[in-house]
C-alpha cells in the first residue's frame, strides 16, 4: 500500500493502547486522532502513543475530513449505535468484539455497511496471527481428516469491580468477553453453523462468570467449550480429526516462546512441536483492515461476514440455552 491509512480511535479502553502498540511499526497505519469520554485520557494517550491530533469527543472525531477509518474499542453495548454513526459519517470500520450483542444488529451494520460503500470488520486479533492461520490450513488442507472434536477455553482472573463485564445491559458476562474467541475459532474450523447446543453457567449479579456448553454438528462433528472470569490464566485449543490432532493455544499475540503447534498423529497418543512464525495480532489484524480498504483481496483464512453473524448468533442460542435449561437448535442463516 502507498498509503498509511489514517486511523481515528474512538475511547482509550485499555485494549486501545494494546492495539495502539501493535500498530506502531506499522507502514500501514497511521494513528492520526483519539477521542476518550475523559479529554484527560485522551490526552495521555496521544501523548503515549505518537497520536497527532486529540479530537474534543467522538462527533468531533467522526466529523473530521482527514480521518479515513475508525478503531472502536468501547463496551460491547456501544458498539452497534457508534459503528452506525462511524459508516454514516463515511469512515471505514474496524470494530472490537464482539461486532453487536445480537444477530439481527450484525445484518443491520453489515448492510449499512454496504450500502455505504465501506469495510466493516470485527477486531479479533488471534484471527489473524500465524498460529490461528496454520491451524485453519491445516484442517481445511484436510490434514487432520474429517473433524470430530474440537475443545476450546479461555480463562482468567479477572478483578475489576465496576467494570461493564458485570453488567449485563453493557453485554457482559464470561461468553460475550472471553468465549467468543473459541467460539468463533469452532465456527472458522466447521465452515458451519452447528444444529444444536446446551449450555450451563455460574452466574453472579445477573452475568455468567462461568460457562461451559456442547455443540453438535449435522456430521457428527462435536465440541465443547468453557471460559471463566475466576479461574488461573489458559487459552487453548484442540482440534481433533479422524487422522490426526493439533493442539494450541490461540492468542493474539504469539510470542516467539507460544508460536508453535502440537501435532498429535501417532498411535501412541504422543505429539510434537512444530515452529510457526510469531506475530502480533493487532498489528495483522488492523493492516488486513487496511489492505481491505485498499481494494486489495482478502486473505481466505481470514474471517468471513458470515463467520461474524454465526458467532453471535451462536452466543445468542448459547445465552437463550441458559436461560431455558434445555438443548437449543440453531437456526439456519
Known amino acids: ?11 482509550a479502553a485499555r485494549i486501545a493502547h494494546e492495539f495502539a502498540r501493535g500498530v506502531a511499526a506499522s507502514p500501514a497505519i497511521e494513528l492520526a486522532a483519539i477521542a476518550a469520554r475523559d479529554p484527560a485520557r485522551a490526552r495521555a494517550f496521544a501523548a503515549a502513543h505518537g497520536v497527532a491530533k486529540v479530537a474534543p469527543d467522538y462527533e468531533a472525531l467522526l466529523a473530521d475530513p482527514g480521518i479515513e477509518a475508525v478503531y472502536i474499542p468501547l463496551s460491547n453495548d456501544l458498539h452497534q449505535p457508534w459503528t452506525l454513526r462511524a459508516l454514516a459519517a463515511g469512515k471505514h470500520v474496524l470494530c472490537e468484539k464482539p461486532l453487536t450483542l445480537g444477530a439481527a444488529q450484525v ?5 449499512a455497511a454496504r450500502q455505504a460503500g465501506r469495510v466493516l470488520m470485527e477486531a479479533f486479533p488471534y484471527r489473524f496471527q500465524p498460529q490461528t492461520l496454520e491451524l485453519l490450513r491445516r484442517v481445511r488442507a484436510g490434514a487432520l481428516g474429517p473433524l470430530r472434536h474440537v475443545a476450546g477455553e479461555f480463562g482468567v482472573p479477572l478483578d475489576l469491580p465496576g467494570n461493564y463485564r458485570y453488567d449485563r445491559a453493557c453485554g457482559g458476562g464470561a461468553l460475550w468477553d472471553l468465549g467468543v474467541y473459541p467460539l468463533s475459532l469452532m465456527r472458522a474450523l466447521a465452515g458451519r453453523q452447528p444444529l444444536r447446543v446446551q449450555a450451563l453457567a455460574h452466574e453472579q449479579g445477573g452475568v455468567d462468570h462461568g460457562l461451559a456448553a456442547s455443540l453438535l454438528w449435522a456430521d457428527g462433528l462435536t465440541a ?11 487459552r487453548q485449543v484442540r482440534i481433533h480429526g479422524a487422522r490426526a490432532g493439533l493442539s494450541c493455544g490461540f492468542y493474539n499475540h504469539v510470542s516467539a516462546d507460544k508460536a508453535w503447534i502440537e501435532v498429535i498423529d501417532q498411535g501412541d497418543y504422543l505429539g510434537r512441536r512444530e515452529n510457526v512464525p510469531p506475530g502480533d495480532g493487532f498489528r495483522l489484524e488492523a493492516e488486513a483492515f487496511a489492505a481491505r480498504v485498499r481494494g486489495l483481496p482478502a486473505d481466505p483464512l481470514w474471517p468471513t461476514d458470515a463467520e461474524t453473524h454465526d458467532t453471535i448468533a451462536l452466543v445468542e442460542a448459547l445465552l437463550r440455552s441458559v436461560r431455558e435449561g434445555r438443548a437449543v437448535e440453531v437456526a439456519a442463516c
Do not use: Y
Open 224 to 234: 465443547t467449550l468453557a471460559c471463566r472470569f475466576d479461574s488461573s490464566p489458559h
Open 1 to 11: 500500500m502507498n498509503t498509511a491509512l489514517r486511523l481515528g480511535i474512538l475511547g
Open 107 to 111: 445484518r443491520e451494520l453489515q448492510a
